[in-house]
């Protein structure tokens, strides 16, 4: 039997600024000594990235909505956006690790082993999600993620 509990939600305007917020929430449900901080964040950081740069507003809004729940041994993040008729979340073929852009989806499925997908609502938008291991049995290797994201 599984178990749910959200740990929070934070409704965004659809603008850069949001990130951050975004990134804040996960520092105040999480804190930054939890086990999953760093996926979780980074996650969280990539997919609302992708939801403000490529959503565009629609006939509910022209909000972005984060939650985290656990459930069972997950954290599961899920993002959810006005939607795009011009483009739908993948991962880029072939994307040049040395890229500017297009390899959010990328980091979010290593940090997630795959556990990863679209809901698409249709014109009401869409939910990007995620499960990430609330105890991941290895560190963030700084240096992995550095070599797919440059900062």
């Not at 740990?7 to 996960?26: C, H, K, Q, T």
């Not at 939801?51 to 809004?61: R, W």
Request: glycine share 8%.
């Amino acid at each position: 039997m599984q178990t749910a509990r959200r740990l929070g939600e934070l409704f965004l305007r659809r603008e850069p600024e949001s990130v951050s917020r975004a990134r804040a929430m996960v520092r105040e449900l999480l804190g930054p000594d939890h086990p999953a901080y760093e996926r979780v964040r980074l996650a969280v950081s990539e997919i609302t990235t992708n939801a403000v740069e490529h959503s565009t507003p629609g006939p509910v809004g022209d909000l972005v909505m984060v939650v985290l729940k656990m459930v069972n041994d997950f954290i599961y993040v899920e993002v959810t956006d006005p939607g795009s008729a011009s483009s739908k979340p993948h991962l880029r073929v072939g994307s040049s690790p040395d890229a500017e852009d297009g390899r959010g989806l990328f980091i979010v499925d290593e940090l997630s082993a795959g556990n990863w997908g679209v809901r698409d609502f249709g014109a009401v938008g869409r939910t990007v999600w995620c499960a990430i291991p609330a105890e991941p049995t290895a560190p963030v290797e700084e240096a992995a993620i550095l070599a797919v994201r440059p900062e």
